[in-house]
């Protein structure tokens, strides 16, 4: 058995069907979000191979928060 004692294992991702099942969404509202640029930011491994990181859904439910909250500060 090889040693993967001083192997980084590498971070966790989605597949968009993966991500969209967690997030209780459907593809079409995903790629409807992708088309607007409100989407994760996705890494394009092939053109068939796309995944999205952690750290990308994080920085994207952060964009979406300060949205909601710059559109509720405007209806005020």
Excluded: F, H
Excluded at 12 to 36: D, F, H, N
Aim: charged share 25%.
């Amino acid at each position: 058995m090889a040693k993967v004692a001083n192997r980084k294992m590498p971070t966790p991702s989605w597949t968009r069907r993966e991500l969209c099942g967690a997030l209780g969404i459907s593809i079409a509202t995903y790629k409807r979000l992708q088309a607007e640029g409100k989407g994760p930011q996705e890494l394009r491994l092939s053109p068939r191979i796309i995944r999205i990181t952690p750290a990308a859904v994080e920085q994207w439910m952060m964009r979406a928060r300060t949205a909601e909250n710059s559109a509720d500060a405007n209806a005020a």
